[in-house]
């Protein structure tokens, strides 16, 4: 049986994004219809998610930003109850303001609760 996760999140289209980024931070979305869903990889014990469809993985940048890129960009996650953690920096999914609306793993700001859901 495999997981998914539905994350409420937008991201730019190809279009939007700069020529120096190969992918687009992830940002809170405004509706259910911009809910962006992830599926689980699983690599030996190790968790990653990546967009349906996609090669593109999610992964925590330095500044503990959410982004998708490449596998070789890839971060691992681990559930921990209603939440998604990264094993990168072991901090929760998590956003700064509506106002920011951009995600991140970083425990000091709004964690966020994630609904896994089986396929």
Partial sequence: MSSSVAVAVRWARSSERTR???????RLGASDADRLRLEAYIHGATTYYKVVDEARYMSVSGNDYIGFYSWSGASAFHQDGDYLVSDHNNQRL???SPENGYLYCYDK?????VKFVAD
């Fill in 20 to 26: 120096s980024s190969r992918a687009a931070k992830a």
């Fill in 109 to 113: 700001y709004t964690q966020l609760k």
């Fill in 94 to 96: 998590s956003f700064y």
